[in-house]
């Protein structure tokens, strides 16, 4: 195996062990030109599993982009219209939400809210629904979804999920953990004796790629969530890694070493039609397609040190993106297709950068992190960090003004992928 391939399955795995702790979140640092919110308690919340305000609050807080102030009092949306919206524009804020929860008599909850408008006056958006008691927590998200859309123009990603890999080393166990985007509702995808590495969520949020050892050497598995089967990739001579997945689904590009050398190659999401793209005497690997399908960003060191290219989907002659650094890896594109995300090794440290893809600016958002992933929206991303003798998820604003560290009590997390938009 080569240098390059040594080298970055090393920054995979140098990142600890994990033990089964829920995650906490820390925030630091706020988004310019915060808008103002205020946030009532919802009429009868209290019978519900979780208090609906409360999440929708903590989502917002945590995106940077709202500063949250407190209602104090419980205000339904049955009430809207006789609400003082002049008090609450005085006390400075520009928008409202209130809400309800309700028992069902067959035992789900009706779960409420409207988005007042302080200044102009009048209602800006709606949303309601029955659900069952465990999915009242996901209600709440997608209320502080619709209230980031309204608000920004941009869709929420607070009802998206995360996936990544916990390691508890002292019971030698790895596992493939699921939860959603604050770290709650964790559940266990897959787990076994051996590393998994490099988890891809599938575009409909139904599957999870991912690489397993358990064969001695790394195979692409695909975890389907729904019903736990599991399949076989791609099982080729050699290594088989970091998968990625083309926006339809339809097809994962992949770095195999079949032929002695890593290469990238694309592969149907069936395990079926393996087909090489590059034809390199250097290392190609890390795979990543762009948003419209159309182009696919590597890592190669074939100019003396690992660096980010790009080719077309169909293979051919690649285009060199990253100059500044001599140590450039684990491209990640955004689903608007404007920005790109990697790792740059420079002064000895690892960082994350973003860059414009359209302007070629480049901006650093992050030191000490490794494997980054794009929110949906594009507006964020979440990479593995260590500190405190610790490695735990943290996530960045694209512009770097908005930061958060997802711990857990004991242990590490790494390796993280942030799921799609839910239909």
């Known amino acids: 195996m080569k240098k390059l391939h040594i080298l970055l399955f090393s920054v995979s795995l140098a990142i600890g062990t994990t033990a089964n702790a829920q995650i906490q979140i820390e925030i630091a640092g706020v988004g ?9 308690a919802f009429a009868d919340e209290s019978v519900a599993p979780d208090k609906v305000s409360a999440v929708i609050r903590a989502d917002l807080e945590r995106s940077g982009v709202f500063k949250v102030i407190d209602a104090g009092q419980v205000i339904s949306d049955a009430d809207a219209g006789q609400v003082n919206l002049g008090a609450f524009k005085a006390s400075g804020a520009d928008a409202l939400v209130v809400g309800s929860v309700a028992r069902q008599p067959d035992g789900r909850f009706a779960i409420r809210y409207k988005l007042l408008d302080t ?9 309601g629904g029955e659900v069952q008691p465990r999915y009242t927590r996901l209600q709440a998200h997608r209320i502080a979804d619709d209230v980031y859309e309204k608000l920004t123009g941009v869709r929420g990603i607070f009802s998206t ?47 999870v790629a991912y690489v397993s050892m358990e064969n001695r050497k790394p195979v692409v598995y695909l975890q389907d969530l729904m019903t736990g089967r ?39 999401s069936s395990g079926s039609g ?24 590597f890592t190669s060191d074939r100019s003396g ?22 140590y450039n890896i684990s491209p990640r594109v955004s689903s608007d297709g404007k920005t790109l995300a990697w790792i740059s090794q420079r002064g000895g440290a690892f960082s994350l950068y973003a860059m414009d893809l359209a302007s070629g600016r480049e901006l650093r958002l992050a030191d000490g992190a490794t494997e980054p992933s794009f929110s949906p929206n594009g507006k964020y ?24 560290r997802l711990t857990t009590k004991a242990g590490n997390i790494r390796e993280p992928s942030w799921g799609p938009f839910m239909k």
């Open 119 to 127: 200044v102009k006056g009048g209602e800006i958006s709606q949303l």
């Open 274 to 297: 393996h087909r090489r793209l590059t034809n390199n005497p250097a290392i190609d690997t890390e795979p990543q397609f762009s948003a419209d399908g159309q182009t696919i960003y």
């Open 305 to 326: 040190g690992p660096q980010i290219y790009k080719m077309s989907v169909s293979g051919g002659n690649a285009t060199r993106v990253t100059f500044n650094g001599n």
């Open 230 to 268: 599991r399949n076989v990739v791609s099982n080729q001579k050699g290594n088989n890694s970091a998968p990625s997945w083309s926006p339809d689904g339809s097809t994962l590009a992949v770095a195999l070493s079949q032929d002695g050398n890593t290469e990238i190659y694309t592969v149907n």
């Open 381 to 404: 991303i979440m990479y593995a960090t260590k500190g405190g003798g610790r490695v735990s998820l943290a996530v960045v604003s694209v512009d770097g003004r908005v930061k958060q």
């Open 161 to 207: 999920r995360i996936a990544y890999v916990k390691e508890d080393r002292a019971a030698n166990r790895f596992a493939l953990a699921v939860a959603d985007a604050d770290g709650e509702n964790e559940i266990i995808a897959t787990q076994g004796k051996e590393p998994i590495i490099s988890p891809a969520w599938s575009p409909d949020g139904m599957k």
């Open 32 to 40: 310019s030109n915060q808008i103002p919110v205020a946030i009532a």
